[in-house]
């Protein structure tokens, strides 16, 4: 069965937006603690978080969502069923992020951004799998 102009671009649009997501996460996203110590005037990490066990509760929630991220987006590029609920659920978990933390976090506007322009990315991949003809491509495999 041959796939028509439109959804040979409805993929290849979706791809793309998954690699822009992969690209964010393996190499913006380790830049952002570097531009962070680099503008944090002074504010370090643990200032943020409020103590150590802040800093190790925050750094665990990090690197637990990263790896959640990598699975759901390598899961979205194979068209696997799980990935799109692995998404929701860790959409969900990354509004938690405010909460670890004591006192403002010092973002500023390129971070800002970056992360805004992340969850739009999200968002429209969600839509994506979910309401158009994607969706006919997360169906179990026999």
């Excluded at 690699?19 to 943020?48: C, K, R």
């Excluded at 969502?65 to 969900?92: H, K």
């Excluded at 322009?117 to 026999?142: H, M, N, P, Q, W």
Aim: hydrophobic share 50%; aromatic share 14%.
């Amino acid at each position: 069965m041959s796939q028509s102009i439109g959804s040979t671009r409805l993929i290849l649009c979706f791809r793309i937006l998954v690699i822009l997501q992969l690209l964010n996460l393996i190499v913006v996203s380790p830049l952002y603690g570097v531009y962070l110590d680099y503008f944090a005037y002074g504010e370090t990490e643990i200032n943020v978080a409020g103590n150590a066990f802040g800093f190790l509760l925050r750094s665990v929630y990090v690197i637990a969502l990263l790896i959640l991220y990598l699975c759901t987006y390598v899961g979205l590029l194979l068209f696997t069923r799980w990935a799109r609920t692995l998404l929701v659920i860790v959409m969900a978990l990354s509004l938690l992020e405010p909460l670890l933390y004591t006192q403002r976090y010092p973002y500023n506007g390129i971070e800002e951004t970056l992360g805004n322009l992340s969850d739009y990315i999200d968002g429209a991949l969600l839509a994506l799998a979910l309401v158009t003809e994607l969706r006919f491509r997360f169906t179990r495999k026999a």
